[in-house]
């Protein structure tokens, strides 16, 4: 997810570094899952004792902490069922920290053979994720080893339905008396600061109390809000 997020206590969060010179020439490493942030981020052991913060490459998960988007908890909760108190193998990337100082890693439930696609289905969580619905693809260069394997993966589930997916539907028509309208209006949600399209799915499922208007896309940027991954206003 995005920022950066409160440690439990007792983990120390590394200071933002661009590589991890003790483990050069050791691409994928051995670590114990000990706490769950939420569906994307996890904090590990790994085998010489250090603590690390780990976010997953390709995928993002929506909110689940400091707010709350539709299929957060359902995709912390996985990810805490399927990963608190696991072995699992951190395949690192070109990049191996993003700005926060998290360690970037490709999780697998047993160590990677092959790389293949039918390896990457059977055994890694940034997969799994995406192939049930409870991810989007989040692809940031250079870290892109699966990115064409991950598109594929989430067109699957699309079309599937799954998960996250199965809540959007194709918006209706716009007729021609309303489409100024909707071209120039937007809505926002004031507790997850996003902002939609007016026929967007998320946007007719706002509360009352937390819905607000945008005549024009800048207001919105400017009062500090998102756009939506969904209908990209």
């Not at 799994?128 to 064409?148: E, F, H, R, S, W």
């Not at 939609?196 to 937390?210: G, L, V, Y």
């Not at 819905?211 to 991954?229: D, H, L, N, S, T």
């Amino acid at each position: 997810m995005k920022g950066q997020i409160e440690n439990k206590p007792g983990v120390v969060e590394k200071s933002p570094v661009t590589a991890l010179p003790e483990d050069k020439g050791t691409p994928v490493l051995k670590a114990t899952v000990i706490y769950i942030v939420d569906g994307d981020t996890i904090h590990v052991r790994l085998e010489n004792g250090r603590k690390e913060k780990v976010r997953f490459i390709g995928v993002d998960t929506p909110e689940s902490t400091r707010i709350v988007e539709l299929y957060g908890k359902e995709a912390a909760a996985y990810t805490r069922k399927e990963l608190t108190d696991r072995t699992v193998y951190l395949e690192l990337d070109v990049a191996q920290r993003d700005k926060y100082g998290r360690l970037l890693a490709y999780v697998w439930l047993m160590p990677p053979r092959e790389n293949s696609k039918t390896e990457v289905r059977k055994a890694m969580f940034n997969a799994t994720l995406l192939l049930i619905g409870l991810a989007q693809v989040m692809t940031v260069p250079p870290n892109v080893k699966y990115a064409d394997i991950f598109v594929e993966f989430q067109k699957e589930a699309r079309e599937a339905e799954k998960g996250l997916w199965g809540t959007i539907k194709t918006p209706a028509p716009v007729s021609i008396s309303n489409k100024a309208s909707t071209e120039t209006k937007y809505i926002g949600n004031s507790n997850s600061k996003k902002f939609h399209r007016p026929d967007c799915q998320w946007a007719q499922k706002i509360a009352p109390r937390n819905r607000v208007e945008f005549g024009k896309r800048e207001e919105a940027i400017k009062a500090g809000y998102q756009p939506c991954k969904t209908c990209k206003p």
